[in-house]
């Protein structure tokens, strides 16, 4: 029987070693979750619109990086979605005040429609004259 009761033992003894490397392991992998869940936020919080970016690719981006925010279980809430979106889309404070005037919620939407109804979007380089061509 003591054949029986070492093999047992021994078996046991496999157990919690796998068991204690699981969860040493589990904390690695958990600090590292932690350290991306930082960085998405952080990465969030510091975008701004460049000054080469169109309204439309900006708002495509802040987009991916708020559905990052949620893959890592961080949810704003709506207002300071829109907030944010406001803030780092780098207009002009004419342009601010006038979305922040005639927003019709404090949300993520009503923020990125009234973003694009202010903006004329159009990359730096393209030319204004398009606007006043005359179609015969």
Do not use: W
Request: some cysteine; aromatic content about 8%.
């Amino acid at each position: 029987t003591n054949g029986a009761e070492g093999q047992v033992d021994g078996e046991t003894k496999k157990i919690s070693g796998v068991e204690r490397l699981t969860e040493e392991l589990d904390k690695i992998y958990m600090e590292d979750v932690e350290k991306e869940r930082y960085q998405a936020y952080a990465e969030f919080r510091k975008f701004i619109r460049g000054p080469n970016m169109t309204v439309h690719e900006y708002l495509l981006e802040f987009d991916k990086r708020e559905k990052t925010l949620k893959e890592y279980k961080i949810e704003l809430p709506e207002s300071v979605l829109a907030y944010e979106l406001l803030n780092s889309a780098n207009l002009s404070p004419e342009q601010i005040a006038l979305a922040r005037a005639t927003v019709d919620k404090l949300d993520y939407n009503s923020m990125c429609d009234q973003i694009k109804k202010i903006t004329i979007d159009r990359h730096p380089s393209e030319s204004l004259k398009e606007d006043f061509k005359v179609k015969v």
